[in-house]
């Protein structure tokens, strides 16, 4: 339902721009939260960023604060990743994660996302 696309080869200190949109799955898209997070080879997956249903909230890991911003689109049922600064510790496979809510909360935590994405992958060369 989601789809996550935009990833790449970049050098470091590049950009890429990350999308999440809905595949025609009939979600209000404006009702769900999403979040980014990714997950590196051998590690875990961790939390990146995060957006309110209205856009009016906003939350980073402290990794990537300054250097990432999440926006959304809810005419487009599009959320976007711009990323900047790229460096080598950002390569990952990058998912996107919905979830309903009823207020503007956000959402850090993976387990509380309902959606995923099939992921992106992000590899950024030295």
């Known amino acids: 339902q989601l789809q996550a696309s935009g990833g790449g080869l970049v050098q470091s200190g590049g950009s890429l721009r990350l999308s999440c949109a809905d595949s025609g799955s009939g979600l209000t898209f404006s009702d769900y939260a999403v979040g980014w997070f990714r997950q590196a080879p051998g590690k875990d997956r961790e939390f990146v960023a995060a957006i309110s249903r209205a856009g009016r909230r906003r939350d980073y890991a402290e990794s990537v604060r300054g250097r990432f911003t999440i926006s959304r689109t809810n005419a487009k049922s599009t959320v976007y990743l711009q990323m900047n600064s790229l460096n080598a510790e950002d390569t990952a496979v990058y998912y996107c994660?919905?979830?309903?809510?009823?207020?503007?909360?956000?959402?850090?935590?993976?387990?509380?996302?309902?959606?995923w994405g099939q992921g992106t992958q992000v590899t950024v060369s030295s």
């Open positions: 994660a919905a979830s309903y809510t009823v207020t503007g909360a956000l959402i850090t935590t993976a387990s509380r996302y309902t959606y």
